[in-house]
Nanobody
Framework: QVQLVESGGGLVQAGGSLRLACAAS????????MAWFRQAPGKERDFVAVISPSEILIDYSDSVKGRFTISRDDAKNTVYLQMNNLEPEDTAVYFC???????????????WGQGTQVTVSS
């Protein structure tokens, strides 16, 4: 397993941008499928985006498609989430996660970070 630590959350006005980062420990980061999820208060943890090794496969939830971009830098053991044109509905705790296959189901991810808060004001 890898250990994951997110950073980059904060408070931003609607229409603004944030870039989240997730740093991983371990020598096998490049072999993992990495994803971002988010969880708003009182709601389930929802899929946001996933990226395969070598960035061959990428997928997004419909709610963020066209606004968010997931990427990875295997030399730095880091996965990123660039979030543009943020909306109040994007307010949530954002988690990164690692899996052994291309999936959007939380149950398939074996490692999780502690989360970073993103708050979008209207």
């Amino acid at each position: 397993q890898v250990q994951l630590v997110e950073s980059g959350g904060g408070l931003v006005q609607a229409g603004g941008s944030l870039r989240l980062a997730c740093a991983a420990s371990g020598r096998t980061f490049s072999s993992y499928y990495m994803a971002w999820f988010r969880q708003a208060p009182g709601k389930e943890r929802d899929f946001v985006a996933v990226i395969s090794p070598s960035e061959i496969l990428i997928d997004y939830s419909d709610s963020v498609k066209g606004r968010f971009t997931i990427s990875r830098d295997d030399a730095k053991n880091t996965v990123y989430l660039q979030m543009n044109n943020l909306e109040p509905e994007d307010t949530a705790v954002y988690f990164c996660a690692a899996a052994r296959r291309f999936t959007s189901r939380p149950v398939d991810f074996e490692s999780w970070g502690q989360g970073t808060q993103v708050t979008v004001s209207s």
